[in-house]
């Protein structure tokens, strides 16, 4: 129940509404979805005017249509049906195939009112009787329109439809006007709905391409059936029925074909004329191209960069090895300096203990024991190292007389035990190695008593007296009873046998027996008289030499020495650094070993076969 | 065209379909109408549903139960290290991700949630499948509402990877109502709804506005801790506790043991949900010993009598969170499985005293229900594109009122657009005026009625024709997007009419 209003009221406005607000809802059910819709179409209307005015539109269409008599009506001949234009019949020549069925229906109800033979009858106007009066038509045009499949059938052969495809050279010139026309037009026939538009050419590739894959697979609803040559209703019987109907099938497949024929072509048309095909081909190409030119240019700066890799590797491996060769040039030549500094200094050092031990007249009251503490002091300064020697030096220097003795006297002392030690040791490592020996080769000589030095004698004379010498293994007995020192006799014949018998042992062996071989002839030349390399104090920084002593001479190592020994004469100065140059891998001292062994070796090969000619004399 | 909803839950994963404008929950293969949610890995296949979840007593490490509390989730996760210290099945750190460790064949397979999910979803599917007899995709799944974005992603991964095309997520709740077809007929009127869901191991309480056939979200609340699952426990130790009572032997160490009774327990909690006491029976539950126990619904009701307590207790903190009072709520939605429980059902009624309690439809399936609804809704629409999972709206602020007199002569308010109408909106409003009046005059307010509302307009009309019968006037509120108010009335004998726009304050 409403107020009065007040006198002198007006409708005013107080103030003004609260402004919405933005929640967020459910994104649920029918209401919102009804919304969502709303929304989506930017119409800004409350649901129930949304769905009044739906309903409300659709009932101003039906009353808005016109209906536009056709002025032959009055003159169609109702026999000639299948020729006439039956939307014009109706009135509606301007709506065709897009007439609903419900403007359909009101069209007929229309010109029915108008023209049926009982309104003009009424309208006092002559009617023909039977069938032939014109408002057949009228009924034949609605049964034909209010049924789905004969409206399709006549819509499918409209006789305003233009099936004109047009030709390539109109197509090439403006092909957005020519064609999308015509394919707005064939696009009615589509089953599908929603056509692809023909766009513009600004489309991207994907509507192009939508577009034409859409014409390509077109899936047309148009059928030919309204153009039956014959009724199938007309026929007699069964078999004209059948005759008939393969008859018709035949020309309706004739004629699909032909319009399939035609869309094809329109589409054809159209895609060789498109100008944005072209474009699009363009670009691929383009694409294609610089892709092309871009991957040959990453191969090319790979491999340039690999060739700069390579280089720079290259490179820094050439340094290195020159900075290598440098820095073993510079070792080399501060060990030499060193080497040098030291042997100075041990020089200095024996001539200082020498001169004390002299000056101090070698703490000895008479002659023998003068001379006596002179081999004592020798051997102390070829035994002593740098640092003992200065030590003793030192002491001597500092202290008495009697000290000083005294200290000498300890030095002598600890050396000569040492030497001691190692004669002890040497023996011990000698015998030992016999021992082994004969454990290993004890089988193989049978008890015929053929010891490693016998062995290695052999080896040596079988090689001294090579195949070809007169009576070579008589010789080679003779050297052996020479020179063996195991007192046993050997004839020929047994020195054959076991010369075959070590042929048999695989070279290996051999050569392990000529190592040691050597070894035995150094260790028994040092046992004789203690060598002056087994306790050079100088060895330490002289690495090489100890271990070339060690390692057998190979035949080309001894070729460069024959020619060197015959290159520098004797009379040559520092003859043997000479020939030591020339060898390499050899020092001075291994080489005058060397040549010392040669000329033993020689010595006892001419006194081998001096015998043996004596022998043959006799 | 058939569309199918999915309600995948945290235990129990159920499917109904949309078809010939009907929603209906399908049986799977065993003959249920709810599937378990438990994928076992065996050596040359993987199950899902009842079987995998009975086999679970033999083949535990290898039986992925709960999946969905670490759908989506990175390791690190809170929740997905509870999950890990819960579950029989190795979880292991991939990636920041939680990934299964399956070990059936030689070398152990890892496993991650969304493959699980999707099993599990492809087996709800095949369930539509066979119902229908013809292949369906389009698919309405549901999500709790506080599934974050990057969960909500994973499920929609898993579903598509399922085969399934997903229309669209929704939340449960809002499933829940659309299964009772709450503000659905028409789009008059605003009211509250108070959606209760007590599943198999979370509860969640969630209260709506439903205005103009749109649903809001007012507040809601989610509680992992309670569940069908807590009950089962309760029965379970009760049972365990009765035979060591019998047989003088403790079970609950023993964790085969634990799993067998609490399948029994869970078997006795259904029948209790409908029958005044249940059997529970357990072959060869410890040394070949079988257990046999008989439960009755009030000892059920007892045992569980304070988990009922805490379920029931988030209610109230909830609805003063938004600004209710039980009388305000007009509707109580019960879903969830747990919900059937009778005297769960009874304390609601008794918390809501005048408030009609929908759970006419099994509360298990209602959420499954309303989303085949609404994937019936949106299948075969292509114009409605996949919008966001939740959306924004304008609403009308505030109530907008009519001020009028009744017959004594008193001051009343009649509201034409509630606060929290979408806009824009139009509503029809019909006024009398006494016959004998020559003038009436309308007054616009807005705000609330119990607030002194605030006047806005006045509208006359006058030089009316005094008659007999009341003037009826037609007013046409129509309030736009931005609040702004237009205002039309026309006084039907005459044809006299006013119009007025109130701008909406900016």
Not at chain 2, 319 to 346: D, F, M, Y
């Amino acid at each position: 129940m409403l107020l009065e209003a007040l006198d002198g009221d007006e409708t005013v406005v107080f103030g003004s509404a609260a402004a919405s607000v933005q929640v967020q809802v459910e994104p649920v059910g029918r209401w919102f979805e009804a919304y969502v819709k709303r929304r989506n179409r930017n119409i800004s209307a409350s649901f129930q005017e949304l769905e009044e005015e739906e309903e409300s539109s659709e009932e101003s269409e039906d009353e808005e249509f016109q209906l536009q008599e056709c002025p032959m009506l009055r003159t169609l001949d109702p026999k000639d049906w299948k020729n006439q234009d039956h939307y014009a019949v109706l009135g509606l020549p301007h709506l065709r195939y897009k007439a609903t069925q419900k403007q359909i229906k009101a069209a007929h109800k229309a010109i029915v009112l108008k023209h049926h033979p009982d309104k003009r009858k009424a309208a006092g106007e002559q009617i023909v009787e039977g069938d032939n009066d014109y408002f057949t038509c009228i009924t034949k045009a609605i049964e034909i329109l209010s049924d789905p499949v004969k409206r399709r059938a006549f819509d499918s052969v409209d006789p305003t439809f233009d099936n004109a495809v047009p030709s390539k050279s109109e197509g090439k010139e403006n092909f957005f006007e020519v064609f999308y026309l015509v394919f707005e037009r064939n696009a009615r026939w589509s089953s599908k709905k929603h056509v692809p538009k023909l766009g513009t050419m600004e489309s991207s590739f994907e509507e192009v391409d939508t577009f034409y894959s859409f014409w390509y697979n077109f899936d047309s609803w148009r059928e030919f059936s309204y153009l039956d040559e014959e009724e199938k209703e007309k026929a007699e019987c069964r078999d004209e029925r059948r005759w008939i109907e393969k008859q018709n099938r035949a020309s309706r497949a004739q004629r699909k074909k032909e319009e399939m024929n035609r869309i094809r072509t329109l589409v054809d048309t159209a895609y060789s004329c498109d100008p944005r095909i072209k474009k699009f081909k363009e670009e691929e190409k383009a694409r294609k191209e610089s892709e092309k030119k871009a991957k040959a240019e990453a191969k090319k700066r790979e491999q340039e960069e690999k060739e700069r890799a390579r280089q720079a590797e290259l490179d820094a491996a050439r340094l290195a090895k020159e900075k290598e060769e440098e820095e073993a040039k510079l070792a080399a030549q501060q060990a030499k300096k060193e080497k040098d500094i030291q042997k100075k200094a041990i020089k200095k050092e024996r001539q200082k203990l020498r001169t004390t031990c002299k000056n101090w007249n070698y703490f000895a009251e008479n002659e023998a024991d003068d001379v006596k503490m002179m081999e004592e002091v020798e051997k102390l300064c070829d035994r002593l190292e740098l640092t003992s020697l200065q030590s003793l030096n030192e002491i001597l220097a500092s202290s008495s007389k009697e000290d000083g003795k005294a200290a000498v006297e300890k030095q002598v002392q600890e050396v000569n035990a040492q030497l001691q030690r190692e004669k002890e040791a040497e023996v011990q490592a000698r015998q030992a190695a016999r021992s082994v020996e004969q454990a290993s080769g004890g089988g193989g000589t049978a008890g015929k008593g053929w010891g490693e030095e016998d062995l290695q004698l052999l080896i040596k004379a079988v090689n001294l007296f090579p195949a070809g010498t007169n009576a070579r293994w008589e010789v080679i007995a003779n050297y052996m009873n020479l020179h063996s020192n195991s007192g046993l006799k050997r004839t020929a014949k047994d020195v054959i046998n076991k010369a075959k018998n070590l042929q048999r042992l695989d070279p290996g062996q051999k050569d392990e027996i000529n190592k040691k071989a050597f070894e035995k002839f150094k260790k028994e030349h040092s046992s004789v008289a203690p060598s002056i390399d087994n306790a050079v104090p100088s060895e330490r920084f002289d690495a090489s030499g100890s271990d070339g002593s060690a390692a057998p001479w190979t035949t080309e190592e001894q070729k460069l020495l024959e020619q060197a020994l015959k290159t520098y004469p004797v009379s040559t100065p520092e003859r043997w650094e000479k020939i030591a140059a020339t060898v390499p891998g050899r020092s001075k001292k291994d080489c005058m070993k060397r040549y010392k062994e040669l000329v033993e070796m020689v010595k006892a090969k001419r006194a081998a076969q001096e015998q043996v000619a004596i022998k043959t004399k006799k | 065209m058939a569309a199918i909803g999915v309600h995948f839950g945290y235990t129990c994963a159920c499917v109904a379909i949309f078809k010939d404008g009907r929603a209906d929950v399908v049986a799977n293969d065993a003959g249920d109408r709810v599937t378990p949610a438990v994928v076992a890995y065996r050596d040359t296949e993987q199950i899902v549903g009842i079987a995998a979840k009975q086999g679970r007593v033999r083949n535990a490490a290898n039986t992925v139960v709960k999946v969905k509390q670490v759908l989506g989730r990175s390791y690190d996760d809170p929740e997905t290290q509870n999950h890990r210290t819960e579950t029989k099945c190795q979880v292991v750190d991939k990636q920041q991700k939680p990934y299964y460790e399956i070990t059936v064949g030689e070398y152990p397979q890892y496993v991650s949630p969304e493959d699980v999910a999707k099993l599990i979803l492809h087996k709800m599917k095949e369930t539509a499948q066979s119902a229908l007899g013809s292949d369906v995709t389009d698919a309405v799944i549901t999500v709790p509402f506080e599934f974050a974005q990057a969960q909500k992603r994973a499920l929609r991964d898993a579903a598509e990877a399922a085969g399934f095309n997903v229309l669209r997520l929704i939340h449960e709740p809002a499933a829940a109502l659309l299964a009772y077809n709450i503000g659905q007929d028409s789009s008059s009127g605003k009211s509250h709804v108070l959606v209760y869901k007590l599943g198999g191991t979370s509860l969640s309480v969630t209260v709506l506005q439903v205005n103009g056939g749109i649903f809001r979200v007012l507040s809601t609340h989610t509680d992992h801790s309670i569940g069908g699952e807590s009950f089962t426990q309760a029965l379970a130790q009760h049972l365990a506790a009765e035979f060591k009572r019998t047989f003088k032997y403790d079970v609950s160490e023993n964790a085969r043991a634990m799993m067998k009774l609490m399948n029994g327990a869970d078997m006795a909690k259904h029948s209790l949900s409908s029958l005044g006491s249940a059997n529970c029976f357990v072959d060869s539950l410890h040394d070949g010993m079988d257990f046999e126990c008989n439960v009755s619904r009030a000892r059920f009701e007892l045992l569980c009598s304070s988990l009922f307590n805490k379920s029931i207790q988030p209610i109230r903190p909830l609805l003063e969170k938004a600004g209710l009072s039980t009388s305000s709520i007009n509707k109580v939605v019960l879903c969830g499985g747990s919900a059937r429980i009778p005297r769960l059902q009874q304390m609601i009624r008794e918390l809501f005293v005048d408030v009609e309690l929908l759970s006419s439809a099994p509360t298990d399936e209602v959420i499954a229900v309303g989303a085949a609804l609404q994937a019936g809704l949106l299948v075969g629409r292509e114009s409605l594109a996949p919008e966001e999972e939740s959306v924004t709206v304008d609403v009308s602020a505030i109530d907008l009122l009519v001020k009028e007199v009744d017959e004594s002569g008193a001051e009343m308010f009649t509201v034409l657009l509630p606060s929290g109408t979408p806009l824009p909106a139009r509503k029809h409003h019909t006024m009398t005026g006494a016959g004998k009046l020559s003038s009436v005059c309308l007054e616009i307010y807005q705000g609330c009625v119990m607030e002194h509302p605030e006047k806005l307009a006045k509208i006359i009309l006058r030089d009316l024709q005094p008659s007999e019968e009341n003037h009826n006037i037609d007013a046409v509120v129509t309030m736009k997007r931005d609040g702004s108010v237009h205002v039309s009335c026309v006084e039907q004998s005459t044809g006299r009419s006013e119009a007025i726009t109130i701008a909406a304050a900016s």
